[in-house]
Nanobody, 122 residues
Framework: QVQLVESGGGLVQAGGSLRLSCTAS????????MGWFRQAPGKEREFVTSISGSGSITYYVDSVKGRFTISRDNAKNTVYLQMNSLKPEDTAVYYC???????????????WGQGTQVTVSS
């Protein structure tokens, strides 16, 4: 079992920055591919980014490339999402996820955090 606790969400103006953190319980953190998903009002949850256990491989959805950066600190069982140049369309509930996997075009996860709200005002 893995429990995930996110923090760092909030309200920011367009062009601003936020950093989300997600701390995981358990001893196997470094073995999990970690990721972030988001769900905007009235939309389905979408994959945003993922990072391999070692931190050497990352993936991003096209809409955040060059603006968002995922990283992890395995000593602290924590994964981060640095979000820069935020846009109103980035407004969503952001979910931390563990055991992220991809099958074809579908990306899913085995464990989810409770979510943290990010609101970007124009």
């Amino acid at each position: 079992q893995v429990q995930l606790v996110e923090s760092g969400g909030g309200l920011v103006q367009a062009g601003g920055s936020l950093r989300l953190s997600c701390t995981a319980s358990g001893r196997s953190f470094r073995s999990y591919v970690m990721g972030w998903f988001r769900q905007a009002p009235g939309k389905e949850r979408e994959f945003v980014t993922s990072i391999s256990g070692s931190g050497s491989i990352t993936y991003y959805v096209d809409s955040v490339k060059g603006r968002f950066t995922i990283s992890r600190d395995n000593a602290k069982n924590t994964v981060y999402l640095q979000m820069n140049s935020l846009k109103p369309e980035d407004t969503a509930v952001y979910y931390c996820a563990a055991d992220v996997s991809r099958r074809g075009s579908a990306v899913s996860a085995g464990y989810w955090g409770q979510g943290t709200q990010v609101t970007v005002s124009s």
